[in-house]
């Protein structure tokens, strides 16, 4: 079993700045992709941010610039930290992991994992 919890979401004005975190918890061999996420309402899930084992980043036109992610492998977590936030980057926030997992007997298995969700919210 995996688990992933997300913190760090809020409110905040324009402007300001908030980092989310993501913490993976279970019988994890590797995580491969890590990834935020987001969905506003009435619009479709998009990627925000995506970051690959060997941390080569990219990011959605909206945010370069302005949104960092980052990894750290020995805890399992991934991080964006984001600055000069907009009304616009108001959202729902995923994390996404593709995690290889051990089953015993030597057996693996691999499957995409998200978070709950936290709620980001910007006003003018």
């Known amino acids: 079993q995996v688990q992933l919890v997300e913190s760090g979401g809020g409110s905040v004005q324009a402007g300001g700045s908030l980092r989310l975190s993501c913490a993976a918890s279970?019988?994890?061999?590797?995580?491969?992709?890590m990834g935020w996420y987001r969905q506003a309402p009435g619009k479709p899930r998009e990627v925000v941010a995506t970051?690959?084992?060997?941390?080569?980043?990219n990011y959605a036109d909206s945010v370069k610039g302005r949104f960092t992610i980052s990894r750290d492998n020995a805890q399992n977590t991934v991080y964006l930290q984001m600055n000069s936030l907009k009304p616009e980057d108001t959202a729902l926030y995923f994390c996404n992991m593709g995690i290889h997992t051990t089953q015993g007997m030597g057996r693996m298995s691999f499957a995409d994992y998200w978070g709950q969700g936290t709620q980001v919210t910007v006003s003018s």
């Open positions: 970051i690959t084992s060997r941390s080569d980043t």
């Open positions: 279970g019988t994890i061999f590797r995580i491969d992709v």
